[in-house]
């Protein structure tokens, strides 16, 4: 499996490009110390996840948090990767489409006559943040090769899924959660949003999850409470299968759904956050 557990934050600033030249740890605030934080302009969550939303919710005033669910469920896969390189520019380059579809729905709300749309304040505010992430669970294959697991299938393979990721990739064995994270300030001029009053910041974050090697007595309790369903990796950590997990290294927040100390240096780096 590729080492993420240096839990290293990439950045970038641009206009659009999901390029990441720099570092920094991400690990450098308690995740206790986030709730300083003031927003002068709307956030919009690019996210149909409440967890997501919940925790944006700590970092942020909750009058200034909207919703705009990215439009299209399709995303890349990772299969065709193999470096840890290559698994970090691919969750920020999910993060990078769902941001796009957000912008071009936001877009298309400006232009509107229709002033009945959820986001039509935006027709009156010289600025807004847009925040998009994506989460994914990285394991070991065959062949000491990396796999990456999305959320299991919403059918009758549900719960076989989930049996075979618990037996042959979490019993006795750490798993890396990766997230990478996407943040976009927007000035509005004359009713417009154009590529040029865009500018975007990246970054990863990876947690180290260890879990207990005799699962096989909890799996049919824990397959009945539904929690699976939904969850990179057909778990929660916050929830039931808390009881599956020895040791976690690295933001617990990541794994919840949102890395609350990567998400808050990206703002902190837009010029319309003041700490």
């Known amino acids: 499996m590729p080492d993420f557990s240096s839990r290293n934050l990439r950045t970038a600033h641009n206009h659009g490009g999901p390029e990441l030249p720099g570092r920094a740890n991400c690990s450098q605030t308690p995740e206790s110390d986030l709730m300083n934080i003031s927003v002068p302009t709307p956030v919009i969550l690019g996210s149909r996840s409440p967890r997501r939303l919940e925790l944006l919710g700590h970092l942020l005033p909750q009058e200034n948090l909207h919703v705009c669910s990215p439009m299209s469920a399709d995303e890349e896969g990772f299969d065709d990767l193999q470096s840890r390189d290559e698994f970090e520019s691919r969750i920020c380059s999910i993060a990078q489409t769902k941001l796009n579809d957000v912008l071009d729905q936001i877009r298309r709300v400006l232009i509107a006559s229709d002033r009945t749309h959820a986001l039509s304040f935006l027709k009156a505010v010289p600025r807004l ?26 059918d009758g393979r549900l719960e076989d899924t989930v049996r075979h990721w618990f037996r042959d990739y979490f019993a006795g064995q750490t798993h890396e959660v990766l997230s990478g994270v996407c943040i976009a300030t927007c000035r509005i001029r004359h009713g417009e949003l154009t590529p040029d009053d865009i500018s975007t910041r990246h970054g990863t974050c990876s947690t180290r999850i260890s879990m207990r090697r005799d699962v096989e007595p909890l799996l049919d309790w824990y397959l009945s409470t539904g929690e699976s369903r939904g969850k990179a990796g057909g778990y929660a950590i916050q929830g039931a299968a808390s009881v599956f997990v020895t040791q976690v ?24 956050v003041h700490i």
């Not at 062949?143 to 990456?148: F, P």
């Not at 290294?249 to 949102?258: K, Q």
């Open 129 to 154: 943040t847009v925040v998009t992430a994506d989460t994914t669970v990285v394991v070991t294959g065959d062949r000491e090769r990396a796999v990456a697991l999305g959320q299991p299938p919403e």
């Open 249 to 272: 290294s690295g933001s617990l927040s990541n794994v919840i759904g949102l890395p609350l100390e990567l998400t808050r240096q990206l703002l902190s780096g837009h010029s319309t």
